[in-house]
């Protein structure tokens, strides 16, 4: 296939185009924009936000959906804030601790909706209210401040304009695109999502797969909700509380399936590169913040409802 | 090797689907399964894949003792089937599709190199020549029927279930698929083949077992030397019914509903009709010849490319089905009973009111209980409707009494033309015969009827005249003698003679 | 071959018996009376007026919150953006009243029409592209809050006419003027579902919309409809807030109603999937979350566990609701 059709039919190909746009308007409209330190900012803003996406993409893969991706970040984050600053434990055993604390709660979520056949809407919404009631128990709304200086570091550095936050998510990525395109779970994983009762009359086993997207989804999450630590530097309780729209619209935007089992993570990347850019754009062209959640909704609406008609001209080719 | 169901019950809410069935294959016959929609088919093949768990009775494979909790332990006993909807992953390809739970790897990876050589090789068994990276939703409804039988032949499974296999295929693949499973049955597989066809099985099949009501009333029977009235008695409990006698003839100077040249968004060509006050319409095909769609053009879904649609000689264009209902007075009796004639969970009140809820309405579009029992009370007894009382869950009803249900909202309408989508399918002798009865009385009141149905004796006892459709295009029409040889006959010739010769 | 089905008879009256057995509302009544005896006993501060009173109005605004999620959950829809029409009502309204001066009966019709219009939108948008509510008025949600915060900067307003707070905290003999005005509002909703023949379309939609499409349902213009009516409830919820808290302040909507518009209905026994809703369930539901709050607070449990309390509890609720549906499918298949 040619390599013009190949953009043409993906769905992310528009967006990319408006990504490319947006960097060619933005550089003529400010200067600053091209600076290496405003690409550093701009590339580690997105760091946390691409894995709270690729939180919910796995989920919307198995044809569920995760309403505590941002609380169960949020917990996370206080969790390892908690266990550097008041129990002095460093940084990377810390963060394992806190991720699988994030994996174990993912499990949670799923052993509910699948033990108790609940629809994983209502699941989730009741257990974001209680992770972000532990949150708010724990913390008494008061952050951690005190973090080891190499966790910080680690936060803060860069090597140009390349964050070194970046690392993670770039990991990530890469694991997850393996996951779900050439391991026999991930597949199974997206066969569930598009046709459950296919799978399960297949022999696979629905319950069992729901349950690690759910642990795949918490463990995800967790790790962002560390990053985003690292990034602010200290261990806010409001972490997360932003994070459940954006969880939704870049792989919506992106491109994912809404009945389940076809995600991009392609799609969802480029998207997350869209939403950074426009978050970056607010802040250097002085624009009211709010314009960023009502460009975010617009994008959402754009997107589905292309997705719509490309699926009703390709029923109506067939 | 045999595979023995004995006095299997099972029940769901409000229902005993089973009731002491029993069934058993042996290695190297191909065994038909037949019985009317609702006899319990679907149920016991559940519970031979384990889908279902039965509540009594045994499952024994080689004289063991099985419990199946889950599709898994029932493929890993050597059962593989072919169920009669579709069952595959749209994204994913034909090759992840066929070998979805035993994907080849290698290093720990996917290996679709492998994948895809061993999906070609399942392919070519069953002549169908494609590629193994085609994503399954790009496929035609045929060629995702033949991925699927591919599918369970690549199991080399002991038993193989096949149901309604043939339903979606031409002639030519299902003369290809039966090549394969009469193969099968010389390497010593046994065959499961369910289908209402009566002539398939009387030409393919070893050994007949027919349910029906949930029970067993033919078993294992020889299909030598068996014919169709056998098999109908054995599945409707009396051989094919006398011709229903009509008190009036249809009045073909007042046409109702014309159809000129309609050519739909369906893929209809060209079809035209006309149907009469008082007349029976028959409109006879196989599954898939197009007319449920044809009906659901006439009520506005669907979109007419050219020709007209007209009611009492004046040209239409309906709108939407509620344009239909409301201001050309056609009303449609779904084939799709359970899940279009009726809303299950509501009561019977509200399923017979809710055509008219507006016209019986008080002021500002108040409504009470009451106004509905009074609309809907007549029409209940009327139908002979056996229920408690009317603030009966719907769903809670027999298969029968679901239909009559169904009918009463349109009579509660009070409409003009009706088109009735295969009526007694799943339904009890004594509903059926009642049913025919109404709708007899219907047409002789000056009610114009369109009646679509695959049902050949049914067909034949009602219609006045008859429309024979295949792929989209109606191929015949001939006035009904009601001789049921020389009826059924000139459908099937009509049938045989377009599809003769075709390429599959 | 079939049977029908006998609701249980001669099973033992005890409290789980009734719990699991009886309606859903009536669940609920046995639990809030033992919650309210447990409280009560355990505070006597828990039953004092003062307590009541504040309990009242803030159970008033919920109920009708949850009242604005239970009109589209009945068509087995939903909508996420309850709390973004909560935030624009909120300002507009603290507009019109402080900024145009509006004389207070235009200043909340305007405020509802407007709350039934952003509604109208997520109707227009759901029918004509085809997209589930879901992702919709997610996005929606976005919309109406950003553009809102754009235009006003989220700026509380305080000063409003004087009326307003004081109808706030007006009572009605013992009991809130907020609390009639919901209990009001409950009972034309009752009319709606149980007498009228919009209430009977809307509830087809929810259980069948195939089936009712065609038996001439319109369809699309039933689910724009409630989008309508949820936006205009949502709108007196917001109206009801600002004369509780005496001020426009609309941070105290938004996100903060997405968790209790769908409590209330949820657990009340309106089910997500659509075809049945209640009213009384959606007054007990809201009426159980906040007692559950008021108790907390007055035994003065560390408030900050108060969330995660409302969780699990939350939680439990619909773990009952679960077992309870299981348990009756079990019984209906007993006696085919």
Known sequence: MKPVTFLLREQWSGILLAVVLGIVALSIANPTFNTEFNWFVLLRSICVVALAAFSQMIMLGVGQMNLS?????????????GLMDAWGVPAI???????????????????????????????????????TGINLGLTRAVPFYHLPADFVAFGNGRIGAFPLLMIVPIIVTALLAIFLNRTVKGRHLLAVGGNSNAAELSGISVSRTIMLAHCLSGLIAAIAGVLAVAQLGSAQPTIGSDWLIISFAAPIIGGASLSGGSVSITGTVVAVVLIGLIQNAMVLLAVDPYWVTFLLGSLILAAVWINRIRTVRMERAQ | MSLALQSITKSFPGVRAL????????????????????AGKSTLIKIITGVHRADSGTLKLEDRDLVFSSPRDAIAAGIAVVHQERNLIPHFSVAENILLERLPTRNGLVDFARAHSETRQHLAKVGLNIDPATEVRRLSVAQMQMVEIAKALSHRASVLLLDEPTASLTEAEAETLFRLVRQLREAGTAILFVSHKLEEVLSLCDRVTVLRDGETTLMAAPVVGMTRGNLIEAMIGRSERPVVPRKRGPQLDQPRLQTQALTTSYGHKAVDFTL???????????????????????LGQGKIRSGQVLVDGAAVRVRSVRDAIKRLRIGYVSEDRKYEGVILDHPIRSNIAITVWDSIARTLGLLTRNDEIALAAPLAVRLEIRAPNLEQRVGNLSGGNQQKVSLAKWLAAD?????????????????????????????DRGMAILLISSDMPEMVAMADRILVMHEFALIDEFVNDRRYETASTRIMDAIHSVTAGSVG | ????????????????????????????????????????????????????NSLGRSVAVDVVVGFAQMVVLATGGMNLSVGAIGVCSVMLAGYFLQVLGLPIPLAIAGTLAFGGVLGWLNGIAITKTGVNSF???????????GGMLILSHGVPLNGLPSEIGAFGKATVGPVPALAVVALAIGGLLYILFAHSVLGRQILSVGANSRAAEMSGIPVSRVIVFVHVLSGVLAAAAALMLTARLGAAMPAVAGDDWLLPSFLAPVIGGTSLAGGAASVIGTILGALLVSTIRSGLLILQFASFWLQFFLGVFLLAAILLQRYRSVLSAREQTRQA
């Open chain 1, 69 to 81: 991706v941002g609380a169960l970040g949020g917990l996370v984050a206080i969790l390892v804030g």
């Open chain 1, 93 to 131: 055993p810390a963060a394992s601790i806190a991720v699988l604390v994030g994996g174990g709660a993912g499990l949670l979520n799923g052993w509910l909706t699948v033990r108790t056949g609940i629809n994983g809407f209502v699941v989730t919404l009741a257990t974001a209210s209680a992770f």
């Open chain 2, 19 to 38: 009731n002491d069935a029993s069934l058993t294959l042996v290695g190297g016959e191909i065994h038909a399964l037949m019985g009317e929609n609702g």
């Open chain 2, 276 to 298: 009469h006050r008082g007349e029976i319409l028959g409109l006879y095909g196989l599954v898939g010849a197009g007319r449920t769609e044809l009906a659901r053009a006439l």
């Open chain 2, 415 to 443: 409409v003009d033309i009706l088109i009735i989508d295969e009526p007694t399918v799943g339904i009890d002798i004594k509903a059926k015969s009642y049913i025919h009865e109404l709708i007899n009385e219907l047409a």
């Open chain 3, 1 to 52: 071959m079939t049977t029908q089905v006998q609701s249980s008879s001669g099973a033992s009256i005890s409290i789980t018996g009734l719990l699991t057995r009886g309606s859903t509302q009536f669940g609920l009544l046995i639990i809030l009376s033992v919650l309210w005896t447990v409280f009560a006993s355990l505070s006597p501060g828990f039953l004092s007026t003062f307590n009541l």
């Open chain 3, 135 to 145: 992702v919709v008025t997610l996005a929606t949600a976005s919309l109406f809050s």
